[in-house]
């Protein structure tokens, strides 16, 4: 029969050896496997090489971005990425009309799809969307007073 005092060793040296192994590398594989197999397919910004170039304006307060479609042709599937790390999609948008995003609608970009914070200061747009081909436009965001 075996120990207790046996059994709780090889316990002790099991959980020693699995949590050595877990900061040597077991954390970055498993944030490969649930970016891989358990998260839902997202949308990729992929800025293509042949793109047009869409007339936006952009605008931000407190906690809403102001997307406006300044072109003649309206837009389809449009994509808004604030400062390279969050995304939020916009169905479509008129021309001439403007969309208003609440910053907590945007998604980080990485396995963990967190949102933005509310207070998040943005200082660049860039806007991915389908035209008569595949428009973008990257804009710089002037800071509001009233922030």
Request: aromatic letters at 8%.
């Amino acid at each position: 029969m075996v120990s207790l005092k046996r059994t709780l060793s090889v316990v002790f040296v099991v959980l020693v050896l699995l949590s050595l192994l877990w900061f040597a590398g077991g954390k970055t594989w498993a944030d490969q496997f649930l970016s891989r197999f358990l998260t839902q397919p997202r949308d990729e910004f992929v800025v293509p090489a042949a793109k047009m170039s869409l007339n936006v304006a952009i605008t931000q307060d407190r906690e809403e971005l102001t997307v406006c479609n300044r072109g003649v042709a309206p837009w389809d599937g449009a994509l808004v990425r604030i400062n390279g790390g969050y995304l939020a999609k916009i169905k479509s948008l008129a021309a001439g009309d403007c969309a208003r995003i609440k910053k907590t609608s945007f998604l980080s970009t990485d396995w963990k799809h967190l949102p933005a914070p509310r207070d998040l200061q943005v200082t660049e747009v860039e806007v991915l969307s389908h035209v008569s081909g595949v428009g973008y436009a990257r804009e710089p965001v002037a800071s509001s007073a009233a922030i």
